[in-house]
């Protein structure tokens, strides 16, 4: 399974941006997909996670101000990134994974680097 994400760039505080993560390759449509992202320094942190069937789940208070959507059809997840602040700069990363079975299962995207100016 390959994951491209995009979308990522510089944005002004109070911008917005789209990320998109395109899956390709051996994929099973009952997966939970997910956003993650990196800030320099920092560890790995949840973002947002989707199934199949549009279940999702946020970190913190992030649901205020991001929306993770997919496509199935496309194979594809969104997040619509609102009201961005300079802490939210970060790498973010894409995921695609069977809950229970990421042992055989789990894959992440290149990571689109998101940069958000004061």
């Known amino acids: 399974v390959q994951l491209q994400a995009s979308g990522g760039g510089l944005v002004q505080a109070g911008g917005s941006l789209r990320l998109s993560c395109a899956a390709s390759g051996e994929i099973v449509t009952r997966n939970i997909m997910g956003w993650y992202r990196q800030a320099p320094g920092e560890q790995r942190e949840l973002v947002a996670t989707?199934?199949?069937?549009?279940?999702?789940n946020y970190a913190g208070s992030l649901e205020d101000r991001f929306t993770i959507s997919r496509d199935n059809r496309r194979n594809t997840v969104y997040l619509q990134m609102e009201s961005l602040k300079p802490e939210d700069t970060a790498v973010y990363y894409c995921r695609a994974y069977l809950s229970g079975l990421t042992h055989i299962y789990n894959y992440w995207g290149q990571g689109t680097e998101v940069t958000v100016s004061s």
């Open positions: 989707i199934t199949s069937g549009g279940t999702t």
